[in-house]
């Protein structure tokens, strides 16, 4: 999987968001490899976009689509500033991903130093499963030099914030503080997702 994330500054959210629409409606039947993609604003109006291929060659080839291009400009000037893209082809998923059912989405920005002990315990949620329920879903994509942006779904934020006080175990913790320690974190309060599935 390649997973490219879109970020910047946008005080038209209306706009932006019928312009995904209309992305999805006529543009998302061309794009070969298209998986879907996880949305929102937060409190302060920064987007975050979290797009998902089957591989970078196939976004890359959507990206060279002149009706993609047009498209890309449209969204460009509907931002109040310049757009940070971030491509990643190191992605791992927690049960199986993301999630469309999620009614709170955190996507979390840091720099990982043991890139291998983070997918390794990614690997095996169960015991996360047992404690935290509300997560349903996640992916983590790493870039060359380590930073990630982890995209975790909630069933809704209430149960999210009640879960986050919950202490996990120390060998998660060990792992997670350092990982955490100056993260950067954006709550997407009304997320929303597209997929090719449906």
Not at 159 to 171: F, M, V
Request: net charge negative; hydrophobic share 40%.
């Amino acid at each position: 999987m390649f997973i490219q994330i879109l970020q910047g500054t946008c005080t038209k959210p209306d706009e932006l968001h019928a312009l995904a629409d209309r992305w999805r409606r006529e543009l998302s039947a061309g794009a070969t490899g298209w998986l879907g993609g996880t949305y929102g604003f937060t409190d302060d109006d920064q987007f975050v976009g979290v797009v998902r291929f089957d591989s970078q060659e196939s976004a890359m080839a959507n990206s060279r689509r002149p009706e993609q291009t047009a498209w890309a400009e449209e969204f460009a000037a509907c931002m109040d500033g310049p757009i940070e893209y971030h491509d990643c082809t190191d992605v791992t998923l927690m049960m199986d991903g993301g999630s469309d059912d999620a009614g709170f989405v955190q996507v979390i920005r840091g720099r990982l130093e043991d890139p291998s002990a983070i997918k390794a315990m990614f690997a095996d949620t169960s015991e996360l499963h047992r404690m935290r329920p509300e997560i349903i879903g996640a992916t983590l994509a790493i870039e060359d030099d380590g930073t990630f942006t982890e995209t975790v779904a909630f069933t809704d934020e209430a149960q999210a914030r009640k879960g986050e006080q919950l202490p996990p175990p120390d060998e998660v913790r060990t792992l997670l503080e350092p990982m955490m320690a100056h993260a950067t974190f954006y709550d997407l309060h009304h997320p929303w997702f597209e997929s090719a599935s449906r």
